[in-house]
């Protein structure tokens, strides 16, 4: 089965060699401060005009500002645009059109509740992240290193739109989870981490590997 996964928060070059040389598709570039994972705008200017070809490039940024989001389209080479905050459908479909870049949007899910948030923003979204909602006043709204319940995506063929699985995803578990959820897409960050931040390179081929089956 071809299963097209995305690395997140890469920050150092041999990350990005190692994403590509795995056969990953995405490599993300996180944008958000409080992150272990953040990197500046010339950092990730400088890893992506570097990366490999083929390897996608995605900025993740969490309730970003025009004036952040033009710094960033205007220096880095990118391929899409990942919003992980509490964009609303609007914003979403104004930073389209802004950047002219195609979005991925993610959307929390913790219970059945929150599906519906899917068919709200693949209307306006060209992906969706399907990640773990963080807990209550967590730091972070993703790289939380938590799943949730896959079987709440048991038999949902009915959305239009390509989707990616995400949150608590590890060499050790994303088989499982591909094979509960149908998921043709995964993301990884935390997952492959010998600490906050800190890719291990074994670990990122090793994931590739056991996604891919």
């Known amino acids: 089965m071809d299963i097209r996964v995305k690395i997140c928060g890469l920050s150092r070059p041999e990350d990005v060699a190692a994403a590509a040389d795995a056969g990953a598709v995405y490599g993300g570039f996180v944008f958000f401060p409080k992150s272990p994972r953040n990197v500046s705008i010339d950092v990730a ?8 070809v083929g390897l996608a490039k995605v900025a993740l940024v969490v309730n970003a500002d025009d004036a952040l989001i033009d710094a960033i389209t205007g220096a880095v080479p990118l391929d899409m645009l990942q919003l992980h905050g509490k964009e609303s459908p609007e914003r ?29 923003y693949e209307q306006v979204a060209d992906q969706i992240l399907i990640d773990a909602k963080p807990p209550k006043g967590a730091d972070l709204p993703g790289g939380n290193g938590l799943a949730f319940d896959w079987r709440l995506l048991q038999g949902r063929k009915y959305w239009t739109r390509p989707w990616m699985l995400a949150g608590g995803l590890t060499p050790d578990n994303v088989a499982e989870a591909v094979r509960l959820t149908g998921a043709r897409q995964v993301d990884v960050s935390s997952g492959v981490e010998s600490a ?5 390179l074994d670990r990122i081929g090793d994931f590739v590997r056991a996604a891919q089956g």
Do not use: F
């Open 45 to 52: 200017r400088d890893l992506a005009v570097a990366a490999p």
């Open 92 to 120: 979403v479909a104004e930073l389209r059109a802004r950047t002219g870049l195609p979005v991925m949007k993610a959307v929390g899910i913790a219970g059945p509740e929150d599906l519906d948030q899917i068919a709200i």
């Open 196 to 200: 906050p931040g800190v890719k291990d």
